[in-house]
């Protein structure tokens, strides 16, 4: 319960932030926002002036005349939503809507989410930078470095760790002896070298996942495939860093766009593949998927939920800045083939193109949970949570 707390209260802010982007850019520019409401309807309560400039409130979700926007609370606590006169095009003619504007103002305002999420995710960043966050050691230059921990980077499929429950990001404290007695390690090295000594053997690892300490028992294997070994898991030292405000903040900016560039090339690798007729290599997650890993992630501590909802600020932005109709990317591109035709297209088609777009989007989002609810045994899950 605690997890699906977390994951709301992530996806409600990085869905606001991106909306409020959309409505703040909309009213600056002369255009209205119909309602502006926290998590998806049916409404619970709105808040609203009358067309007498009145200040009113009202349950439920009544049809409203409103003099400016409706600000609402929404039953499905999912994020939010931002309604804007004219987004579809209609009211050409009324200075108030979004269809009325010109091409750099209608951009301006559909890439104000992206924006928004981008410096939500420098924000974030740089918050976590200045806390401290987990670095390798090899890596960490400057700050105050403290906490050295051999940790877990990685963790092969199909393979003893992730029989035993090991998770990436879990610390190796040491491993119990026949004795009963705990066998710290000092270094990398040492935990390959005692992995290696006892292929085949049972042994029983002391890790830490969190604020949680566990004895996890497994047996390497004798044989394993080249560049996994006999757990198949990988192994990094690392130490928590914390930085001044001002490196904190030059830190989080460098990291988001490093971030950005990465996601970038991943997507056009990703789409050269497919193009190639090559194998994608994509495990693809959908709500329930992130739901999982925010569990995960949670219990690792406040500092790797932090840069794990900033790399989804990240992910959020790139997917909505996608030419693809229905997203934000989509209409900015049909603006500027409008722009570049020198006359506005058929309102009609484009409506069509956002509403086949948005199907499709909708189709590959059941598809990906539907996967997840059987991967992710949610079935089993649900039923033992009641």
Do not use: C
Request: charged letters at 20%; hydrophobic letters at 45%.
């Amino acid at each position: 319960m605690m997890t699906v707390l977390i994951f709301i209260l992530i996806l409600g802010l990085l869905v606001f932030v991106h909306e409020f982007g959309h409505f703040i850019v909309a009213r600056r520019n002369g255009v209205r926002a119909e309602e502006f409401g926290f998590g998806f309807p049916p409404r619970i309560f709105g808040v609203y002036k009358d067309e007498k400039g009145k200040r009113k409130f009202v349950w439920g979700s009544k049809e409203i005349k409103a003099l400016d926007t409706i600000y609402s609370a929404n039953w499905i606590p999912l994020g939010g939503f931002v309604k804007i006169r004219g987004e579809d095009g209609e009211e050409k003619s009324n200075p108030m809507s979004f269809a009325s504007k010109g091409s750099f103002v209608r951009i301006k305002i559909l890439a104000a989410g992206v924006l928004m999420n981008l410096f939500l995710a420098m924000a974030i960043f740089s918050l976590s930078f200045y806390l401290g966050v987990p670095q390798l050691a090899e890596e960490a230059a400057g700050g105050n470095v403290s906490s050295e921990k051999i940790q877990i980077v990685e963790v092969g499929k199909n393979t003893p760790a992730e029989a035993m429950g090991i998770r990436m990001g879990d610390e190796i404290l040491g491993v119990i002896n026949n004795e009963g007695r705990l066998v710290k390690f000092s270094s990398v090295e040492d935990v390959q070298k005692y992995i290696g000594e006892n292929k085949g053997n049972q042994l029983v690892l002391d890790i830490k996942r969190g604020k949680e300490e566990l004895k996890l028992k497994g047996i390497p294997r004798a044989e394993s495939p080249e560049g996994e070994g006999p757990l198949g898991i990988g192994l990094a030292k690392t130490v928590e860093v914390r930085y001044p405000w001002y490196q904190a903040i030059a830190k989080g900016v460098e990291y988001t766009f490093s971030l950005i560039w990465t996601f970038i090339t991943f997507l056009a690798g990703l789409v050269w593949r497919l193009i190639a007729g090559q194998p994608a290599g994509l495990d693809v997650s959908g709500p329930v998927g992130i739901a999982v890993l925010t569990g995960q992630v949670a219990q690792l501590g406040f500092g790797y939920l932090l840069r794990f909802t900033a790399m989804l600020s990240v992910n959020l932005a790139i997917i909505n800045a996608l030419p693809i109709p229905a997203l934000d990317g989509g209409r900015i591109l049909f603006i500027l083939i409008e722009k570049i035709k020198g006359s506005p297209l058929s309102q009609k088609f484009e409506q069509r193109a956002h509403n086949i777009g948005f199907a499709l989007l909708i189709s590959l989002m059941v598809f990906v949970t539907f996967r997840d609810v059987m991967k992710f045994d949610i079935v089993d899950k649900v039923k033992n949570l009641f």
